[in-house]
Structures are given as C-alpha cells and as structure tokens.
C-alpha cells in the first residue's frame, strides 16, 4: 500500500517564537519502492520521518497509508502507537539491538509485541535472517557481530511483522561506502519483494544508484526529485 503525506507540517515552540521542522511537505511512495530523501544536516528529514511513523504528531496535514489516514494532528498517542505496531516497520541509525538476546530472539521479540502468533514466528524470523544473509548468524547475540550485520538483523526485525511502511533512518551512517551500498541495496530488494513502502532518509547519495526516487529536503520544505548524479 502506498505512503502518502499531505501537506504536513511540523512546528515547535522556540521561546517565544515558533520553529517550523517540516513545512507543507507533499510525498508519495508507492508500494514496493523505495524513495530516498536527501539534505543536509537541519533540514527536517529526521523530523519528517518521525511524523511518518507517529512518533510525533504533525502540526497541520495529514499521512495515509493504502488510502486511509491514519496519523492526523489530532492523532492520540494510543492510535498512534498502534498505527505503528501494525503498519509501520522502522530501522534506526543505530540497530538499537537487546545485548542478551540473540539474532533471531531480536526478531520473535519484535513479533511477539506487535501481536503475532507464537506458531511460525520462528521460522518468519529465519526466512528473515537468511533474506538478509545472516541466517548462519541467528544464535550469536549482537557483541558477536560485525556493525553491517548488526545493522542487517535490524532490517530483518523491521520487516518480521511484514508491515506496510517500511521507514528507514542513516542505515549507513557508520558503514563504509561497499557495505553501505550493499545495505541499501538489500533495503531496496526486500522492499520490492514484500511490497513495502520505503522512505529512506541518507547523507550519502554515492549509495543510493538503485532507488527507484530521490527527493531533497532543504529548509523543512521538500524540493523536486532530484539526479542523483549532481547531488
């Protein structure tokens, strides 16, 4: 289903003024891509996407998933936390992983809070890890891993409860420029495959040669697409 974002806007409170994040932003992701958002640091990106996935509540517009609006400025937390749960898969700029568990505990976890079903969790979980070529890793708990596949479990967590809106932050912030690509690409793959709706937010544009749209935010507002090549 797709993601839609409606002239949403976000503003904070700064002492006695005001500080617009995100500005009248209009953005589409159709399912089973995978859009990239580009700009530099302050832009509104972070905040954009915090909006995208109810963990802030925009100020004005309104964000729809497959033709229903589910996140509004009106939006309790309560919806929103369920919206999120149900819907929404999410991957940090830090994996975030629980040091006592291992790999493919991460992913049942994860499962096991957004309501699924105990049967065939750990088999999904599997496919997962193996989707992402960590499967042989499953047992190892995150100290034993390297930082590309600490950040691969973390892909394959979001995807376990197979959402509808996959929303991604830096995935390669700390990877070099080859594992960064690889982990776009991966993104990308399973994006098309599940029918996710991706947004991916990166500093890099060097990795981003396969995504099927790029936009620039700059100034909290979000620009035209842009050529990867100049930007």
Same mark, same amino acid.
């Given at each position: 289903?797709?993601?839609?974002?409606?002239?949403?806007?976000? =503003?904070? !409170?700064?002492?006695?003024?005001?500080?617009?994040?995100?500005?009248?932003?209009?953005?589409?992701?159709?399912?089973?891509?995978?859009?990239?958002?580009?700009?530099?640091?302050?832009? +509104?990106?972070?905040?954009?996407?915090?909006?995208?996935?109810?963990?802030?509540? !925009?100020?004005?517009?309104?964000?729809?998933?497959?033709?229903?609006?589910?996140?509004? !400025?009106?939006?309790?937390?309560?919806?929103?936390?369920?919206?999120? @749960? *149900?819907?929404?898969?999410?991957?940090?700029?830090?994996?975030?992983?629980?040091?006592?568990?291992?790999?493919? *505990?991460?992913?049942?976890?994860?499962?096991?809070?957004?309501?699924?079903?105990?049967?065939?969790?750990?088999?999904?979980?599997?496919?997962?890890?193996?989707?992402? +070529?960590?499967?042989?890793?499953? +047992?190892?708990?995150?100290?034993?891993?390297?930082?590309?596949?600490?950040?691969?479990?973390?892909?394959?967590?979001?995807?376990?409860?197979?959402?509808?809106?996959?929303?991604?932050? *830096?995935?390669?912030?700390?990877?070099?420029? *080859?594992?960064?690509?690889?982990?776009?690409? @991966?993104?990308?793959?399973?994006?098309?495959?599940?029918?996710?709706?991706?947004?991916?937010?990166?500093?890099?544009?060097?990795?981003?040669?396969? =995504?099927?749209?790029?936009?620039?935010?700059?100034?909290?507002?979000?620009?035209?697409?842009?050529?990867?090549?100049?930007?």
């Amino acid at each position: 289903m797709d993601l839609r974002l409606d002239h949403v806007t976000l =503003v904070y !409170p700064d002492g006695d003024a005001t500080l617009t994040a995100v500005d009248d932003a209009c953005l589409t992701v159709p399912a089973g891509t995978t859009t990239a958002l580009l700009g530099p640091s302050g832009a +509104g990106k972070s905040s954009l996407l915090a909006v995208a996935a109810g963990l802030t509540r !925009p100020s004005r517009g309104t964000v729809s998933i497959g033709g229903d609006v589910v996140l509004t !400025p009106a939006t309790t937390v309560a919806r929103s936390t369920r919206v999120r @749960l *149900e819907r929404i898969g999410m991957v940090f700029q830090s994996p975030q992983l629980l040091g006592s568990l291992t790999a493919v *505990e991460q992913l049942e976890l994860h499962a096991h809070l957004r309501g699924r079903r105990p049967a065939g969790v750990r088999a999904r979980a599997m496919e997962l890890l193996d989707a992402v +070529g960590v499967a042989d890793h499953a +047992g190892r708990r995150p100290a034993q891993l390297s930082g590309g596949q600490r950040q691969r479990v973390a892909i394959a967590r979001a995807l376990v409860g197979r959402p509808e809106v996959l929303l991604v932050d *830096e995935p390669t912030s700390a990877l070099d420029h *080859e594992r960064g690509t690889q982990v776009v690409d @991966l993104i990308i793959g399973l994006a098309r495959e599940t029918g996710a709706a991706t947004l991916l937010v990166s500093h890099d544009a060097s990795t981003l040669a396969t =995504v099927d749209a790029t936009v620039r935010m700059l100034d909290a507002r979000i620009e035209e697409t842009v050529d990867l090549a100049t930007a």
